[in-house]
């Protein structure tokens, strides 16, 4: 079992930038994937950005390719997605999701691929 903790959500002009981080609990954090998902209010959860368990891979949405970084602490249990250059379209209630993959160095961008999932941050860019 693993309990996801997000934050550092809230509110940014356009063009600047958030961090936002989501803490882990258990034990065995390094086997798992991390991705980040969002939900923007009528629209479906998609994809934003991922990491395999060791964050030697990682994976962007094209919506934020070159614009947000995802990276993780393995030793604190932590994974980040540094946001920059935002925009008024980034407005949405943002996930962070965990899945166990024993030794396979992947990631996912699929949300049924995750099994745990926090209890999400809202991010508000106005426009």
């Known amino acids: 079992q693993v309990q996801l903790v997000e934050s550092g959500g809230g509110l940014v002009q356009a063009g600047g930038s958030l961090r936002l981080s989501c803490a882990a609990s258990g034990r065995t954090f390094g086997s798992y994937a991390m991705g980040w998902f969002r939900q923007a209010p009528g629209k479906e959860r998609e994809f934003v950005a991922a990491?395999?368990?060791?964050?030697?891979?990682?994976g962007y949405s094209d919506s934020v390719k070159g614009r947000f970084t995802i990276s993780r602490d393995n030793a604190k249990n932590t994974v980040t997605l540094q946001m920059n250059s935002l925009e008024p379209e980034d407005t949405a209630i943002y996930y962070c999701a965990a899945r166990d993959t024993g030794n396979s160095e992947s990631y996912y961008s699929a949300s049924g691929r995750y099994r745990y999932w926090g209890q999400g941050t809202q991010v508000t860019v106005p426009s």
């Open positions: 990491i395999s368990r060791s964050g030697g891979i990682t």
